[in-house]
């Protein structure tokens, strides 16, 4: 049960335009007695009952009327025992070989995409009716009995090539009431179907060219405990759905929106999110726009923090959970767990990726096992570029605040230069200085946005450092502040290659006569 609007893309909209004697009451109980049926439903605010047709902007997921899609009924156990032997019986796809899921089921895209050997991935995912996802910004959300998510694999037969592709996979991910179950099931050769794996998973090649050359490339459905073994309690169980990966635009029901907003304003999530543009999310390896901490630490995250992290499975206890700042994830200078007979590797050594066991883990080399361990038998060429050139030119000559303290402030580091003094006068702390790599003892160094206009929109310049956050806030009077609306208010780095990002306020971002706006800086 529940109820049920029409998409903002269906032809029904606007397209009757009959009257229909024997209708007395459109849907929302309202009377149309001699009214010409302009629309799938006459619409009207009371008191006035002011008729008219619904719009894409009244229906649908453009709407903010908090509407759940109709509860699916799946042919699946909320366990090991009673899998049904073929996908198609599964009843998740309305069309299998379209990939087309029931109603109910809702297609999503993370910010970034877990390392899959090359493979192009779809998602779903159901939540039961009546039932909310329990939200955190920062920590694992939650999720109730009965949620299901849903992962398709497909391979290109020729590298680079999206048109040419092979169904390989489809996975479930299940949640029961203390924990979670996976299954896999493998496609046949004629891509119709396909097929429940036993427990203990299986491993098979895939022909695939590099260009001409044929490759053998081997493929790993994991058992059932090896899902187990990543999709935990602490790693968060659907290592997909948080705030960060969510917090982006896609299509759903043909209409672009942020995911994050739309969970929320569709009753998925036990609270109202006003603004998720201005929420964290994850920068993806190839954002012009971000820095390269910022694109390297949401990378770790997204691929490593599921068991590295306080309570993870990873000998190193390193942290690398995207909240964490930098100083306080244990990756820099620390000895590793293994160092085969090494003693001069650390976990990350600031300039120098191949004395760094997180980068040799990735790459398999100087007689290292590669991480991840499971399910995978091919490097991340992006990735492991990524982390290579982090460690070595993002991270060279970074210093933690401490660190820069000692160096600027000397013996008097501990007094004149601990974060909140301000030791040049000129308005910002050192906390600050140290953010926008700034002169902590020069008053002229300080102001580093520049503001201009053009064409009624109003262009922010800001000058910063690589390892932080900026945000612009507005506030009607100058003692609240909140993040701008929309893409305004969200968090931005300063670019790889460059020293400064900017930003436009148009004229629908002032919503007040006096309205103030201000830049903060935070660090990663």
């Known amino acids: 049960?529940?109820?049920?609007?029409?998409?903002?893309?269906?032809?029904?909209?606007?397209?009757?335009?009959?009257?229909?004697?024997?209708?007395?009451?459109?849907?929302?109980?309202?009377?149309?007695?001699?009214?010409?049926?302009?629309?799938?439903?006459?619409?009207?605010?009371?008191?006035?009952?002011?008729?008219?047709?619904?719009?894409?902007?009244?229906?649908?997921?453009?709407?903010?009327?908090?509407?759940?899609?109709?509860?699916?009924?799946?042919?699946?156990?909320?366990?090991?025992?009673?899998?049904?032997e073929l996908l198609?019986?599964?009843?998740?796809?309305?069309?299998?070989?379209?990939?087309?899921?029931?109603?109910?089921?809702?297609?999503?895209?993370?910010?970034?995409s877990f390392w899959s050997d090359y493979a192009r991935k779809s998602r779903w995912f159901y939540i039961p009716l009546g039932s909310t996802i329990g939200y955190s910004e920062n920590g694992?959300?939650?999720?109730?009995?009965?949620s299901v998510w849903i992962k398709h694999f497909?391979?290109?037969?020729?590298?680079?090539?999206?048109?040419?592709?092979?169904?390989?996979?489809?996975?479930?991910?299940?949640?029961?009431?203390?924990?979670?179950?996976?299954?896999?099931?493998r496609w046949n050769e004629e891509e119709t179907?396909?097929?429940?794996?036993?427990?203990?998973?299986?491993?098979?090649?895939?022909?695939?060219?590099?260009?001409?050359?044929?490759?053998?490339?081997?493929?790993?459905?994991?058992?059932?405990?090896?899902?187990?073994?990543?999709?935990?309690?602490t790693g968060g169980e659907a290592l997909s759905f948080n705030t960060r990966q969510l917090n982006r635009t896609q299509y759903i029901d043909g209409v672009e929106q942020n995911m994050l907003q739309y969970l929320s304003d569709h009753e998925f999530l036990n609270q109202h999110l006003d603004d998720a543009h201005a929420l964290p999310y994850f920068a993806r390896p190839d954002d012009p726009h971000a820095?390269?901490?910022?694109?390297?630490?949401?990378?770790?995250?997204?691929?490593?923090?599921?068991?590295?992290?306080?309570?993870?499975?990873?000998?190193?206890?390193?942290?690398?959970?995207?909240?964490?700042?930098?100083?306080?994830?244990?990756?820099?200078?620390?000895?590793?767990?293994?160092?085969?007979?090494?003693?001069?590797?650390?976990?990350v050594l600031r300039g120098d990726a191949e004395k760094s066991t997180l980068y040799l883990r990735m790459v398999a080399e100087q007689g290292f096992t590669r991480m991840p361990p499971i399910a995978t038998s091919e490097?991340?060429?992006?990735?492991?570029?990524?982390?290579?050139?982090?460690?070595?030119?993002?991270?060279a000559n970074h210093q933690f605040y401490s660190e820069w303290q000692e160096a600027i402030f000397g013996e008097l580091a501990e007094t004149v230069g601990i974060r909140e003094n301000d030791a040049d006068f000129d308005g910002d702390s050192n906390e600050?200085?140290?953010?926008?790599?700034?002169?902590?003892?020069?008053?002229?160094?300080?102001?580093?946005?520049?503001?201009?206009?053009?064409?009624?929109?109003?262009?922010?310049?800001?000058?910063?450092?690589?390892?932080?956050?900026?945000?612009?806030e507005t506030s009607i009077d100058m003692d609240n502040w909140e993040p701008a609306t929309g893409d305004t208010g969200r968090v931005v780095t300063i670019p790889e290659g460059s020293d400064s990002v900017e930003l436009t306020l148009q004229p629908e971002d002032i919503s007040a006569i006096n309205q103030f706006f201000r830049v903060t800086a935070k660090q990663r």
């Open 140 to 146: 694992n959300w939650t999720f109730p009995e009965g």
């Open 379 to 395: 490097i991340d060429p992006v990735g492991s570029e990524l982390i290579k050139n982090w460690i070595n030119n993002g991270l």
């Open 1 to 84: 049960a529940g109820i049920q609007r029409i998409g903002a893309g269906s032809p029904a909209i606007n397209a009757a335009s009959e009257l229909f004697d024997e209708v007395d009451l459109d849907i929302d109980a309202q009377s149309r007695e001699g009214i010409p049926d302009v629309g799938a439903d006459e619409f009207s605010d009371e008191p006035g009952l002011q008729n008219g047709p619904l719009s894409a902007a009244d229906v649908g997921p453009n709407s903010l009327i908090g509407l759940r899609p109709l509860n699916v009924s799946l042919n699946i156990p909320l366990g090991e025992d009673g899998w049904p």
């Open 291 to 347: 820095s390269l901490d910022f694109k390297a630490r949401s990378y770790l995250a997204v691929n490593c923090a599921y068991c590295h992290q306080p309570g993870g499975t990873e000998a190193d206890p390193f942290d690398v959970r995207p909240h964490r700042m930098l100083e306080f994830t244990k990756l820099i200078d620390t000895v590793p767990s293994i160092n085969n007979d090494d003693d001069s590797l650390r976990i």
């Open 88 to 112: 198609s019986e599964t009843g998740a796809f309305s069309d299998l070989l379209r990939l087309t899921p029931a109603t109910g089921i809702l297609p999503y895209e993370p910010n970034i």
């Open 432 to 472: 600050i200085e140290f953010l926008n790599q700034t002169d902590p003892l020069s008053g002229s160094d300080s102001n580093r946005v520049g503001i201009s206009h053009q064409d009624g929109s109003t262009r922010l310049s800001i000058r910063g450092g690589h390892f932080a956050d900026y945000q612009v």
């Open 193 to 233: 179907d396909a097929t429940l794996v036993g427990e203990d998973g299986v491993s098979f090649d895939l022909s695939v060219f590099e260009g001409t050359t044929p490759v053998a490339q081997r493929w790993s459905i994991p058992s059932r405990s090896e899902c187990l073994a990543c999709h935990t309690l």
């Open 154 to 185: 497909d391979m290109e037969t020729v590298r680079g090539s999206s048109s040419r592709t092979k169904r390989i996979e489809t996975r479930f991910l299940v949640k029961t009431e203390f924990s979670v179950y996976g299954v896999s099931y």
